[in-house]
């Protein structure tokens, strides 16, 4: 097993915020563990405000954890020296939701893609106008798009040129915020299938946060699934796909395409809206929502508990003391 490129260890994130004329915490992320190795994906899958984005903001740098903590090669970003930490912002690369807002209207293609090499000392002009033309061919695009314009473009290209300025500086982690969640579903396969092969061919890591489980399970090797801040799933995405153990992941893996159409839908839709994080339920958070709920769900929290699938869960009915 490769040594991890990036860990996080007890993750919290704690905003203060005005609720009913009062100053109240929003727990936004708790006691959040996660590790990446080279060449893998991790899949980050929960509904909206169940904490992805803040998490993807703590794991760039972006944001700073309330407590816990973020290496990079095993560095705290504290201990990093001006020179490391512009490593870090080179080594390790975002895309975003939306390529019409990720990408300056007034600047050339090539200007755009370039951008992130423009603190490489090593690159001459023809370095960076090759490097710019490679970036492209790998995307499925032309090396003379490159003095184009993003409106002159799709928006499935103008994705894949946000993929070529993150891969541009040869980083060694894409961070892969809903990449393709605002395209349709021909051309959402061809950019999971360029994230795939660029993946190969640059041994590169990946997070990649989505609702969708049927796009995760495509492109992931492991999967930590939130709920109001927590990790309440962990395993391998071949596990947590095919025999989820929490309810919750049942639900989420219901709501996406099933592989076999034929399949009888799974029992297990959720109820109701998520809490608001301003006031999360007692015990565990997903009871008010479960039909699976016992009385033992509303005063204790569970622990990770082992699943016979592999994977831990967050769940009483892993508990052989509690399971009907």
Do not use: W
Not at 62 to 86: I, N, W, Y
Not at 262 to 271: I, L
Request: hydrophobic share 40%; glycine share 8%; charged share 25%.
């Amino acid at each position: 097993m490769s040594q991890a490129i990036l860990t996080a260890s007890g993750l919290n994130r704690i905003f203060k915020v005005r609720h009913k004329g009062k100053m109240q915490d929003l727990h936004a992320v708790s006691g959040l563990d996660l590790s990446l190795e080279p060449g893998r994906t991790l899949g980050i899958v929960g509904e909206s405000g169940c904490g992805k984005t803040t998490l993807n903001r703590m794991l760039l740098l972006l944001d700073q954890p309330t407590s816990g903590e973020v290496r990079f090669k095993d560095k705290l970003p504290a201990d990093m020296t001006h020179a490391e930490r512009a490593e870090f912002r080179r080594a390790v690369q975002p895309v975003f939701q939306n390529p019409f807002s990720s990408l300056d209207p007034r600047m050339r293609v090539g200007k755009i893609i370039a951008e992130p090499l423009s603190s490489l000392a090593d690159l001459s002009r023809d370095d960076i106008d090759n490097r710019v033309a490679e970036v492209l061919e790998a995307v499925g695009l032309r090396a003379e798009d490159a003095r184009r314009f993003p409106n002159e473009f799709s928006g499935g290209q103008r994705q894949r040129i946000a993929i070529a300025r993150a891969i541009a500086s040869r980083p060694s982690i894409l961070m892969l915020d809903e990449p393709v969640s605002s395209q349709d579903i021909s051309i959402r396969a061809q950019i999971l299938n360029i994230l795939k092969d660029l993946q190969d061919e640059y041994g590169l890591g990946c997070i990649f946060i989505s609702h969708d489980l049927a796009t995760v399970r495509f492109m992931a090797h492991d999967v930590i699934v939130m709920y109001l801040g927590r990790v309440i799933e962990r395993g391998t995405a071949q596990a947590i796909c095919s025999q989820p153990s929490h309810p919750y992941t049942k639900a989420l893996l219901a709501a996406a395409l099933p592989p076999d159409p034929d399949a009888p839908a799974p029992d297990v839709p959720p109820r109701g809206e998520i809490p608001s994080p301003l006031d999360p339920p007692s015990g565990c958070p997903y009871h008010t929502r479960c039909p699976l709920k016992m009385d033992v769900c509303v005063r204790e929290r569970p622990g990770m508990l082992a699943s016979p699938h592999g994977g831990v869960a967050a769940c009483h009915l892993l508990d052989p003391g509690y399971a009907p």
